[in-house]
């Protein structure tokens, strides 16, 4: 890959300043649909892609000597997004489409080594951000079908003569990026945790959850895997993507949010849900058996008063306690619950099954 180079500018005396605890911000348009490859080997095979209602169209074409640019690229969007919606909230007039940055800290920003070797593969990144080509009619201007960019128009690496080390680089968004950032609602905060996935399958299915379940509530959001797959722009067969997704959803270890499998098995869907959404109201003090692991003692249905909330697990929580606590009887606790809850009227949760989730999820924790 060329690599752009120069002495450094006497007049280039404007550095992005590097901010620890930047809010990271998402751009949201880029989140769910196919922009990026998701793969780290080189892909060559444009990316096609129509929505199923034929309003929205998205085309990527890699360059045949780069390749195309990566979800992984994508991190350096993601920090110059993350850079320029802090300005803007900060109230400050002309916001740049340049950004002048040390590489040092725009690898730090993103949670990368700043190693020799980490400035090697950021040239490569911002090569490949500057050499793919974007067709979209997504925010196209009235009266145009289409836009056409590349996500950055061009980067400088200001190099010293004499040391041949860098002292800065500089980079120039794409339109079309710049104008999305600085809309309004045009960026979604993302966890910081996000640098941390490494599977480039995950990362795209960490920001399709945030885009949609972000402020679903405690149903989340559904989508079906067929969907999902024309979604992501992934190379291979239905089939394959099905295994690996199917996986993704079993370890169940993506930041924020949480994966179940819904549907049968010839048209399954994702649910994703908001972690936080789910285990949000807990009983304040549940009796628990003092040894670990003991299993709770059965207390016969008809030892109860029959109280409304009484008996009102639904599938989904069953399901998911099975999944997130395996190993206890569900159904014992559930009746060391009731017994608790009946104890006092007071006690009575405005969410049963949430509060059961949180019940399960202490009483694991403290006897694991």
């Given at each position: 890959?060329?690599?752009?180079?120069?002495?450094?500018?006497?007049?280039?005396?404007?550095?992005?300043?590097?901010?620890?605890?930047?809010?990271?911000?998402?751009?949201?348009?880029?989140?769910?649909?196919?922009?990026?490859?998701?793969?780290?080997?080189?892909?060559?095979?444009?990316?096609?892609?129509?929505?199923?209602?034929?309003?929205?169209?998205?085309?990527?074409?890699?360059?045949?000597?780069?390749?195309?640019?990566?979800?992984?690229?994508?991190?350096?969007?993601?920090?110059?997004?993350?850079?320029?919606?802090?300005?803007?909230?900060?109230?400050?007039?002309?916001?740049?489409?340049?950004?002048?940055?040390?590489?040092?800290?725009?690898?730090?920003?993103?949670?990368?080594?700043?190693?020799?070797?980490?400035?090697?593969?950021?040239?490569?990144?911002?090569?490949?951000?500057?050499?793919?080509?974007?067709?979209?009619?997504?925010?196209?201007?009235?009266?145009?079908?289409?836009?056409?960019?590349?996500?950055?128009?061009?980067?400088?690496?200001?190099?010293?003569?004499?040391?041949?080390?860098?002292?800065?680089?500089?980079?120039?968004?794409?339109?079309?990026?710049?104008?999305?950032i600085m809309m309004d609602g045009g960026v979604l905060a993302i966890d910081p945790l996000y640098f941390t996935i490494t599977g480039g399958r995950e990362r795209w299915l960490y920001r399709v959850a945030?885009?949609?379940?972000?402020?679903?509530?405690?149903?989340?959001?559904?989508?079906a895997l067929t969907t999902l797959f024309e979604k992501s722009g992934a190379e291979g067969q239905f089939r394959r993507f099905k295994y690996e997704i199917l996986k993704i959803v079993r370890e169940n270890?993506?930041?924020?949010?949480?994966?179940?499998?819904?549907?049968?098995?010839?048209?399954?869907?994702?649910?994703?849900?908001?972690?936080?959404?789910?285990?949000?109201?807990?009983?304040?003090?549940?009796?628990?058996?003092?040894?670990?692991?003991?299993?709770?003692?059965?207390?016969?249905?008809?030892?109860?008063?029959?109280?409304?909330?009484?008996?009102?697990?639904?599938?989904?929580?069953?399901?998911?306690?099975?999944?997130?606590?395996?190993?206890?009887?569900?159904?014992?606790?559930?009746?060391?619950?009731?017994?608790?809850?009946?104890?006092?009227?007071?006690?009575?949760?405005?969410?049963?099954?949430?509060?059961?989730?949180?019940?399960?999820?202490?009483?694991?924790?403290?006897?694991?």
């Open positions: 890959m060329v690599t752009q180079k120069r002495s450094l500018d006497t007049q280039f005396d404007f550095f992005v300043p590097y901010v620890a605890d930047l809010p990271m911000r998402d751009q949201r348009e880029t989140m769910e649909r196919p922009f990026f490859s998701l793969a780290k080997r080189k892909r060559q095979k444009p990316i096609e892609y129509i929505s199923p209602d034929g309003s929205v169209f998205v085309n990527v074409f890699p360059n045949q000597e780069f390749g195309m640019a990566t979800i992984w690229d994508a991190d350096i969007l993601i920090w110059a997004a993350s850079y320029l919606n802090d300005m803007k909230r900060k109230g400050q007039n002309d916001i740049p489409r340049t950004l002048h940055f040390h590489p040092h800290d725009l690898l730090k920003a993103i949670g990368r080594p700043t190693g020799g070797r980490q400035y090697f593969l950021l040239r490569e990144g911002l090569g490949r951000l500057q050499s793919t080509t974007v067709v979209t009619n997504i925010r196209a201007h009235k009266g145009k079908k289409h836009r056409q960019f590349s996500w950055i128009e061009s980067w400088t690496d200001h190099v010293d003569d004499q040391t041949g080390m860098s002292k800065g680089m500089s980079l120039t968004l794409a339109d079309w990026f710049y104008e999305g945030r885009k949609h379940a972000g402020g679903a509530g405690d149903t989340g959001f559904a989508i270890a993506l930041p924020q949010y949480h994966l179940s499998i819904e549907g049968s098995d010839d048209n399954p869907r994702i649910r994703m849900t908001r972690r936080d959404e789910i285990i949000s109201i807990e009983p304040s003090n549940p009796k628990r058996p003092r040894k670990p692991r003991a299993r709770p003692q059965k207390i016969k249905q008809e030892e109860l008063p029959q109280l409304p909330f009484l008996n009102h697990l639904t599938d989904r929580t069953i399901a998911l306690i099975r999944k997130d606590f395996p190993g206890w009887d569900i159904y014992a606790l559930k009746a060391e619950f009731d017994a608790w809850i009946a104890d006092d009227p007071d006690r009575s949760p405005k969410d049963y099954n949430k509060a059961f989730y949180g019940f399960v999820r202490r009483y694991d924790g403290k006897n694991s």
